[in-house]
């Protein structure tokens, strides 16, 4: 059974750092486009970043130069490591798979339950 | 980049009746297009993707239909489990959502 399970959100300063972990099971996360996707709240979904299984990386730009994804092969997990926080960052932070159907990206096929993120004085 | 407009922002629906959910692309996704239900405090379930596939364990009466810039949802007959919103979510790009429709109990 696949699962996804998010940790290390919390409340943090505006300029503050925060890392998210996402462990995974039931799949290969090297194997796969993992992406992490937010929800501030009361609001949409925002896709935020992408690792692909190659190790490229993309970000929205409203997060590019501040937000570093990454994965540790070994431990099966995502990570998102969160810098210069502002208010606009605060949100449910979600990891999801991206569906292997062999395109540059796909749709959403397995989620975590999210983490949620304040960004606050 | 593409812009994902979602109409009506809510909808009001009896039980049993059926409900129709727009999804538009501000240019062309082909059929790259997914459909999420979200209910309060849980994450978004995958419903159909490809414009019209079902995902796994997806009831029939949710269908899924267009191709382009124009989509629809349509619930056939509405189960009170089924009251939540709805993001259309486009793949032709970078990942893009709507803004979601709220589907609630008339």
């Known amino acids: 059974e696949v699962q996804l399970v998010e940790s290390g959100g919390g409340l943090v300063q505006p300029g503050g750092s925060l890392r998210l972990s996402c462990a995974a099971s039931?799949?290969?996360?090297?194997?796969?486009?993992m992406s992490w996707v937010r929800q501030a709240p009361g609001k949409g979904l925002e896709w935020v970043s992408v690792i692909y299984s190659g190790g490229s990386t993309y970000y929205a730009d409203s997060v590019k130069g501040r937000f570093t994804i990454s994965r540790d092969n070994s431990k099966n997990t995502l990570y998102l490591q969160m810098n210069s926080l502002r208010a606009e960052d605060t949100a449910v932070y979600y990891c999801?798979?991206?569906?292997?159907?062999?395109?540059?990206?796909?749709?959403?096929?397995?989620w975590g339950q999210g983490t949620l993120v304040t960004v606050s004085s | 980049e593409i812009v994902m407009t979602q109409s009506p922002a809510t909808l009001s629906v009896s039980p049993g009746e059926r409900a129709t959910l727009s999804c538009r692309a501000s240019?062309?996704?082909?059929?790259?297009l997914a459909w999420y239900q979200q209910k309060p405090g849980q994450a978004p379930r995958l419903l159909i993707y490809g414009a019209s596939t079902r995902a796994t364990g997806i009831p029939a009466r949710f269908s899924g239909s267009g191709s382009g810039t124009e989509f629809t949802l349509t619930i056939s007959s509405l189960q009170s489990e089924d009251f939540a919103v709805y993001y259309c979510q486009q793949y032709n790009n970078w990942p893009a959502f709507g803004q979601g429709t709220r589907l609630e109990i008339k």
């Open positions: 999801a798979r991206e569906a292997p159907v062999g395109a540059t990206t796909s749709y959403f096929d397995y």
């Open positions: 039931g799949f290969t996360v090297s194997s796969n486009y």
């Open positions: 240019q062309s996704v082909s059929s790259n």
